[in-house]
């Protein structure tokens, strides 16, 4: 199956609504947007730009033809816009040191400023083993995660570009990581709108509501990628409609998707290891709620695609779940609401059998998440690395 990378820029501001209500009542007048399209938005925005390329039948065979598709993302970028067409490539590829990836931030690492310091650190949480007669109510066994400091989250580092974050999965204990950049996602832009009458066409006295905006921004810009296993040739480039409202975005074919698979030092680092960190790129979406189910009873199992590697959870830094509904238009009526395990959600692991190199191999950026169709829709893409 071939793959293709795009690349998918807002040309207005999108809308990315949650799932808060927004009707004509007080308390509701306000649609407010996500900091990002959620997986499922993007499979679905993209598989139509497939299926009106390929003249599916929507009444027929179509939204089965599309739910195949296998689509992996967003993965945010941000960069000149210039250079962005020209996905980062390995070092030295066009554009590579004015782009970069930006991974919602780990939630193991801490970016805070302590008593005594002029300029922010690091606190890493790792996973601490209790002194004798002390306990927790963790489920499971699972062991506590260890803070070394009384102190306030910094705020401004939603996003990691992918050079430090790759530094930071490379260090098993998290002491000396560098700080990253203050990346703090895209820009909030809110309108204000008035309510207008349908028999007149004019506006509505008082009715005024607000609209939550995610912009794209100029200098520098954002992004998102993609991929996309399509088992037929097609080519995605033009202008297309995303997200509420039915905004305009613009979709590229980038030449080169290879800086995803730039891992050699990373994987040397994971050859043999008995301790692996899995990183959530995208909110997962698992049976257990936070925990992944193919973990089983047991917190132990193989993750989809690596039945020849086996793991057992000892920890996990899952910060507040996050609910994911939508439109369901073959049925004709709204998906039920689950909730998702969110992007920079950490699970410490620990090797049971296998080698742990084959994960940054076979499921470096893949989906791990429980349900087949889940996958598919690219809830759950995993980053690995050492604790």
Avoid at 128 to 133: D, I, P
Avoid at 143 to 148: A, D, G, S, W, Y
Avoid at 183 to 191: A, K, N, Q, S, W
Wanted: glycine share 12%; net charge negative; aromatic share 6%.
């Amino acid at each position: 199956m071939r793959e293709i990378w795009v690349n998918i820029r807002g040309i207005d501001p999108l809308l990315f609504r949650d799932g808060r209500p927004f009707t004509n009542e007080e308390g509701a007048l306000h649609a407010r947007s996500l900091p990002l399209p959620l997986p499922g938005t993007i499979a679905g925005f993209l598989r139509s730009q497939m299926g009106e390329r390929l003249g599916w039948d929507w009444n027929n065979q179509g939204p089965a033809m599309a739910r195949a598709v296998p689509v992996a993302g967003p993965i945010p970028m941000i960069g000149d816009p210039v250079a962005i067409p020209a996905c980062p490539a390995r070092a030295g590829g066009r554009g590579a040191d004015r782009v970069s990836v930006a991974i919602p931030a780990p939630a193991d690492a801490v970016v805070c400023k302590r008593e005594g310091e002029e300029s922010p650190s690091i606190m890493p949480l790792r996973p601490v083993s209790l002194e004798s007669g002390a306990g927790c109510d963790l489920p499971n066994g699972l062991l506590p995660l260890n803070v070394t400091g009384d102190v306030k989250p910094e705020s401004g580092y939603q996003f990691w570009k992918a050079d430090v974050l790759r530094q930071w999965l490379e260090n098993a204990t998290g002491e000396g990581a560098a700080v990253p950049e203050k990346i703090g996602g895209l820009e909030t832009e809110e309108r204000v709108h008035v309510g207008i009458r349908p028999e007149t066409s004019t506006s509505d006295e008082g009715m005024l509501f607000t609209v939550e905006y995610r912009s794209f921004g100029e200098r520098p810009t954002w992004s998102l990628l993609a991929r996309i296993r399509p088992e037929s040739d097609v080519v995605l480039r033009g202008v297309a409609c995303l997200g509420g409202e039915r905004r305009l975005t613009v979709v590229e074919s980038p030449p080169d998707g290879d800086w995803a698979r730039g891992l050699e030092p990373l994987r040397n680092a994971l050859d043999g290891a008995k301790r692996v960190r899995m990183v959530l790129a995208t909110p997962g979406l698992f049976d257990g709620g936070w925990k992944p189910g193919w973990l089983g009873d047991g917190l132990r199992g193989s993750p989809p695609g690596r039945p020849d590697v086996s793991l057992r959870l000892v920890s996990a830094a899952v910060p507040r779940r996050q609910p994911v509904s939508g439109w369901d238009y073959e049925k004709g009526g709204p998906k039920a609401v689950r909730w998702m395990a969110p992007a920079g959600s950490v699970y410490f692991l620990e090797v049971a059998s296998g080698n742990a190199a084959d994960l940054a191999d076979g499921l470096w950026l893949e989906p791990v998440s429980d349900r087949e169709q889940d996958r598919r829709d690219g809830y759950g893409l995993a980053l690995w690395g050492l604790w």
